[in-house]
């Protein structure tokens, strides 16, 4: 008999920036685990989005596809509105949108700041705003917002992506203690390095170079895998976790751990 508390049946799952990468493993995890899904990415990713999406409909799961730009604020919210007219409920928000843009810090200038600050923070906060509306009306609802091992630990010609990291953890904690009482938890998931088209577009150095890097400071020994991150998406997800809010669960390889 399988332990029912890490079910996600009967659950209707949000996911922004599921096109690819991590917000992908974690809308097709998500469905594995029982959630019907709203795959969601900026308008021009939705051909990738689509294909999540039938993905998950593969497993027997509801699934459709919307434009959603963490920047937009009437977007959130009309997206936000369309997927609770559409699955008739909002369980689970996973705030997975976010860039990074390697460069020294006196190199970075207001318009570097603001697109990763905007993007990786502000999208954030005001896509949890949105989902918490409905989420409070149905007196139960699931934050996860993806943040990284890099909201504790720092790494040069990163200014903009580790600030805006740890404020996406202390704004975890912050919302988990506001809406604890509506029924909604908030929790954080802090990836290390994983093996995403964002990363790799991001990062010019050579696999030998990346690889040398990894040795040095993951005790894993190489970059994680998306898959890797999906367990603990389902159990912050879950039934199970209704104790568990305000935390940032790091899964890093042991990157923090040295």
């Not at 936000?80 to 689970?92: C, H, K, M, Q, T």
């Not at 318009?111 to 918490?132: H, I, P, R, Y």
């Not at 740890?166 to 909604?184: C, D, F, M, P, S």
């Not at 190489?222 to 104790?243: D, F, K, N, T």
């Amino acid at each position: 008999m399988s332990y029912p508390g890490l079910s996600l049946e009967g659950q209707v799952a949000l996911v922004t920036g599921s096109a690819r990468g991590i917000g992908a493993a974690l809308a097709i995890g998500l469905a594995q685990a029982g959630a019907d899904v709203a795959v969601s990415d900026i308008p021009q990713k939705l051909d990738e989005a689509r294909g999540i999406q039938s993905q998950i409909e593969g497993l027997d799961r509801t699934s459709a596809t919307y434009a959603l730009d963490v920047l937009n604020l009437a977007n959130i919210r009309e997206s936000v509105g369309a997927v609770v007219r559409d699955f008739g409920r909002l369980d689970i928000l996973v705030n997975n949108a976010g860039i990074r843009r390697r460069q020294p810090a006196l190199e970075v200038t207001e318009e570097d700041w603001d697109a990763v600050v905007d993007t990786n923070l502000k999208g954030a906060f005001f896509c949890s705003q949105a989902a918490a509306r409905p989420m409070i009306d149905q007196g139960y609802g699931r934050i996860i917002n993806i943040s990284s091992q890099l909201a504790v630990v720092a790494r040069e010609d990163r200014a903009a992506y580790c600030s805006s990291k740890a404020g996406v953890a202390n704004l975890t904690r912050v919302l988990a203690l506001e809406w604890i009482k509506y029924g909604i938890t908030v929790n954080a998931i802090g990836p290390g390095p994983t093996t995403t088209p964002g990363l790799q577009e991001a990062d010019p150095r050579s696999p030998s170079e990346v690889q040398q890097d990894m040795s040095a400071n993951m005790p894993l020994g190489r970059r994680m895998e998306p898959e890797e991150l999906v367990g603990a998406a389902i159990y912050l997800a879950s039934p199970s976790s209704s104790a568990t809010t305000g935390h940032l669960l790091i899964v890093d390889g042991g990157w923090t751990a040295i």
